[in-house]
Each structure stands twice: as structure tokens, then as C-alpha cells.
């Protein structure tokens, strides 16, 4: 299954218009083409499309956030980038356990909004145009720092 996209852009050259499945195929078979070329430090930001077999677009990706991070950033990047993301989703988590049931409603709410959009992220276009996503994840750390006041009164 990891190599299908692989074999289809080789045997089929670069498809690039047309049938949705076969061009999401081709792009994350670029994608993973392109990780094998650079495997530690990517092939830096904002140059998939001006690498992969298609016509040369600067913000072109592979239509999914998680390729994208790994091609271009690499291992050390997907690293630093993994790390960020498990520790907010951890952060989260700990923040729902916190506080009465208003603070709870609260956190579970962005953070279900948060993943929701970071699931959609996988089959969206560019990382640089996810305006959604950077937004929830500025709201999701604020969140994170804020500090909740627990009533002992009751």
C-alpha cells in the first residue's frame, strides 16, 4: 500500500488533473519520492511544488498535512513537529482533568474542535492556507495557559 503511489507515478507519469483519487496518488507518491531524496532535514519549506513531476507552483503540496510536514522538514523536523502536537494534546488532556464542569466543558469543546480540524488538515490543500488550524491551535494553547480557578466553597 506505501508503495501504490509510487508505482502509479511511474508507470502512468506525473497526473496531475483529473481524477481526484489518481492525483492525490501521484502527489503523495511525489511526497514520498521526494522524502527518500532528503530523509533528515526535508526539502524545505514551501518546495514541494517546486520539486514534484507536476508544473512548478511554490505553495503546491501533497494534499495532506502529515506528507507535507515530513517532506519538507524531514525526520528532525517531523520530530520537533510531533513533539509540539502530543505535547498540546497531553496539555489538553490534563487541562480537562482540572476544574469544575464549566472549565471542562470548555477545553473538551476546543480541543474536539481543534482535532476535528486537524483531522481535515490531512485532506486539504497547502499547510501555508490552513488559517483554521494555526487559529484553533493559538485558541487550544491559550486554553492550555490559562489558569483555572478552582471553587472550594461546595
Known amino acids: 500500500l506505501l508503495l501504490l503511489p509510487d508505482k502509479i507515478s511511474q508507470v502512468d507519469g506525473c497526473i496531475t ?3 481526484s483519487l489518481l492525483v492525490r496518488l501521484t502527489l503523495l507518491g ?10 533528515l532535514l ?7 511544488g517546486l520539486s514534484y513531476c507536476g508544473e512548478q507552483h511554490e505553495f503546491a503540496s501533497p494534499h495532506s498535512l502529515i506528507p507535507q510536514i515530513i517532506v519538507e522538514f524531514g525526520v528532525i523536523g517531523v520530530l520537533v513537529w510531533f513533539t509540539m502536537i502530543l505535547s498540546m494534546v497531553y496539555a489538553s488532556f ?6 469544575d464542569i464549566r472549565h471542562q466543558t ?11 480540524i486537524f483531522m481535515m488538515a490531512q485532506y486539504s490543500n ?5 488559517y483554521h488550524f494555526y487559529i484553533l491551535t493559538g485558541l ?15
Not at 490534563?94 to 476544574?99: A, L, M, N, R, T
Open 126 to 130: 497547502t499547510m501555508y492556507y490552513n
Open 140 to 154: 487550544l494553547v491559550s486554553m492550555i495557559n490559562t489558569p483555572v480557578k478552582i471553587d472550594r466553597r461546595y
Open 94 to 99: 490534563k487541562k480537562i482533568k482540572v476544574g
Open 30 to 39: 511525489e511526497a514520498w519520492r521526494l522524502f527518500v531524496e532528503s530523509p
Open 17 to 19: 488533473s483529473g481524477d
Open 106 to 116: 470548555i477545553a473538551v469543546g476546543i480541543f474536539s474542535i481543534w482535532f476535528f
Open 42 to 48: 526535508g526539502i524545505g519549506a514551501t518546495n514541494f
